[in-house]
């Protein structure tokens, strides 16, 4: 419904935060991946989160408009777990993104990995299990279930 | 009774705490104590510490049954117990802090539904087998391999059923297609007989939105230099987007009072048959 322009001009965005809870009721952990911006449907999800995680890449524009995002969060007072630092690239400024955020940064390279894993619908714990986009992916799902826990 | 749980976590010297208060049947003010051997670090919001952070010690109402997420940092080395509920009491009244409702999301960040005219107008096929333009320019909207001819777009609201290939579309010129209770799309074409000033202004309109659209749908840089050589230059680019802006506030506002007024419209009931009988 919501891939298509008609299908989210006919949703009701309103409904999301029902919809998660229910959705939490019935299978206890929800991860819900907001759309960048500052409008309702990046607002909405953070009422009802319990913590988030927001992704950036190394750009100075990208980072401006993660600030946006992460200060968002702060005023639905929704804790800031990881940054997520995508298309690190080999040397991402992991440190400065860190201070900026105010929460450890965690760089994610090999995007061509990604890309395949995504492309050939295959997770990247069979495709690349040993690589370290692998093992960064795996200790932001660690960070993230700790707020579960 | 509030119960606590804590983590914590080591990096780069520091210790990152991360506590959750749990509520139990009633709202319960608490402060934590920080057990660390060292100093607090509470979260900061432009040099200052975040509100209930006081002295080492963090102050909060639980709401009853809901969960309240607490963190901090300091350099002292992790323990296992790095947070304690120093004090818990029971809220008499509701805390004068309204919930955020989803509502007030809505309201204060803005709606983020597409605009009515980006929705492409699905192509249906007519009973002869020809099929209605879609006439909608954008990526998803067009089928048939471009916009629509300037012929069509002079006949679109020309209020001729058979020529307007626009029957898909909803009753009205601006009805809605949003599917929100108490809107209804309506499935049967109204012709409408605006004035040509009105049709040549939304001609206008609409193919400076399908010059936007096409600059959003350029996505490698063959596309996006082709898409830009049409809209003429960067600068026009810029100046395009610019009276967009201004344009979609305009439409927004024509297509409410629009509503009002086909509502009115329908609504009225003028009593003909007596005012014959009087007269």
Same mark, same amino acid.
């Given at each position: 419904?919501?891939?298509?322009?008609?299908?989210?001009?006919?949703?009701?965005?309103?409904?999301?935060?029902?919809?998660?809870?229910?959705?939490?009721?019935?299978?206890?952990?929800?991860?819900?991946?907001?759309?960048?911006?500052?409008?309702?449907?990046?607002?909405?999800?953070?009422?009802? =989160?319990?913590?988030?995680?927001?992704?950036?890449?190394?750009?100075?524009?990208?980072?401006?408009?993660?600030?946006?995002?992460?200060?968002?969060?702060?005023?639905?007072?929704?804790?800031?777990?990881?940054?997520?630092?995508?298309?690190?690239?080999?040397?991402?400024?992991?440190?400065?993104?860190?201070?900026?955020?105010?929460?450890?940064?965690?760089?994610?390279?090999?995007?061509?990995?990604?890309?395949?894993?995504?492309?050939?619908?295959?997770?990247?714990?069979?495709?690349?299990?040993?690589?370290?986009?692998?093992?960064?992916?795996?200790?932001?799902?660690?960070?993230?279930?700790?707020?579960?826990? | 009774?509030?119960?606590?749980?804590?983590?914590?976590?080591?990096?780069?010297?520091?210790?990152?705490?991360?506590?959750?208060?749990?509520?139990?049947?009633?709202?319960?003010?608490?402060?934590?104590?920080?057990?660390?051997?060292?100093?607090?670090?509470?979260?900061?919001?432009?040099?200052?510490?975040?509100?209930?952070?006081?002295?080492?010690?963090?102050?909060?109402?639980?709401? =009853?049954?809901?969960?309240?997420?607490?963190?901090?940092?300091?350099?002292?080395?992790?323990?296992?117990?790095?947070?304690?509920?120093?004090?818990?009491?029971?809220?008499?009244?509701?805390?004068?802090?309204?919930?955020?409702?989803?509502?007030?999301?809505?309201?204060?960040?803005?709606?983020?539904?597409?605009?009515?005219?980006?929705?492409?107008?699905?192509?249906?096929?007519?009973?002869?087998?020809?099929?209605?333009?879609?006439?909608?320019?954008?990526?998803?909207?067009?089928?048939?391999?471009?916009?629509?001819?300037?012929?069509?777009?002079?006949?679109?609201?020309?209020?001729?059923?058979?020529?307007?290939?626009?029957?898909?579309?909803?009753?009205?010129?601006?009805?809605?297609?949003?599917?929100?209770?108490?809107?209804?799309?309506?499935?049967?074409?109204?012709?409408?007989?605006?004035?040509? =000033?009105?049709?040549?202004?939304?001609?206008?309109?609409?193919?400076?939105?399908?010059?936007?659209?096409?600059?959003?749908?350029?996505?490698?840089?063959?596309?996006?230099?082709?898409?830009?050589?049409?809209?003429?230059?960067?600068?026009?680019?810029?100046?395009?987007?610019?009276?967009?802006?201004?344009?979609?506030?305009?439409?927004?506002?024509?297509?409410?009072?629009?509503?009002?007024?086909?509502?009115?419209?329908?609504?009225?009931?003028?009593?003909?048959?007596?005012?014959?009988?009087?007269?």
């Amino acid at each position: 419904m919501w891939r298509s322009l008609a299908g989210a001009r006919a949703a009701d965005p309103v409904k999301l935060c029902a919809v998660v809870g229910a959705v939490e009721r019935a299978y206890g952990v929800v991860v819900v991946d907001c759309p960048a911006g500052l409008r309702a449907d990046a607002g909405l999800p953070l009422v009802v =989160a319990s913590a988030c995680v927001v992704v950036t890449t190394p750009s100075e524009a990208a980072i401006a408009d993660a600030m946006r995002a992460r200060e968002l969060a702060r005023e639905f007072d929704v804790g800031l777990v990881r940054v997520a630092v995508n298309r690190a690239g080999s040397d991402p400024p992991t440190e400065r993104v860190a201070d900026l955020f105010g929460a450890p940064a965690v760089p994610i390279s090999e995007a061509a990995l990604v890309e395949q894993a995504q492309s050939s619908g295959q997770p990247l714990r069979s495709l690349a299990p040993d690589s370290m986009v692998r093992k960064r992916l795996a200790e932001l799902a660690r960070a993230v279930q700790s707020c579960n826990a | 009774m509030v119960s606590l749980s804590a983590t914590t976590d080591r990096w780069d010297g520091v210790t990152l705490v991360t506590a959750r208060l749990q509520g139990a049947g009633v709202a319960q003010r608490v402060r934590l104590a920080n057990r660390l051997d060292g100093p607090v670090w509470p979260p900061r919001r432009n040099g200052v510490p975040e509100e209930g952070w006081k002295e080492g010690s963090y102050e909060t109402v639980v709401p =009853a049954d809901q969960t309240v997420a607490v963190g901090y940092a300091s350099p002292a080395p992790p323990t296992d117990d790095p947070l304690q509920i120093a004090e818990q009491t029971i809220v008499d009244q509701r805390d004068d802090h309204e919930a955020t409702t989803p509502a007030d999301v809505l309201r204060e960040l803005g709606d983020p539904s597409p605009p009515r005219d980006a929705v492409p107008i699905p192509i249906t096929e007519e009973s002869d087998g020809s099929t209605q333009a879609d006439l909608a320019a954008g990526p998803q909207g067009t089928s048939n391999g471009g916009p629509p001819k300037d012929g069509d777009d002079a006949d679109r609201l020309s209020g001729d059923p058979a020529r307007d290939p626009e029957s898909t579309r909803p009753a009205r010129a601006w009805e809605p297609v949003r599917g929100v209770p108490g809107q209804e799309m309506q499935a049967q074409e109204t012709p409408c007989q605006a004035p040509a =000033a009105v049709h040549g202004w939304l001609d206008t309109v609409e193919e400076r939105v399908e010059t936007a659209e096409r600059l959003a749908a350029a996505d490698t840089l063959p596309e996006a230099t082709e898409a830009l050589r049409a809209a003429g230059s960067l600068a026009q680019a810029e100046d395009l987007v610019e009276t967009l802006q201004d344009e979609e506030a305009t439409l927004e506002a024509i297509a409410s009072r629009a509503d009002r007024l086909a509502q009115r419209s329908t609504e009225s009931d003028v009593p003909l048959a007596t005012f014959e009988r009087l007269a």
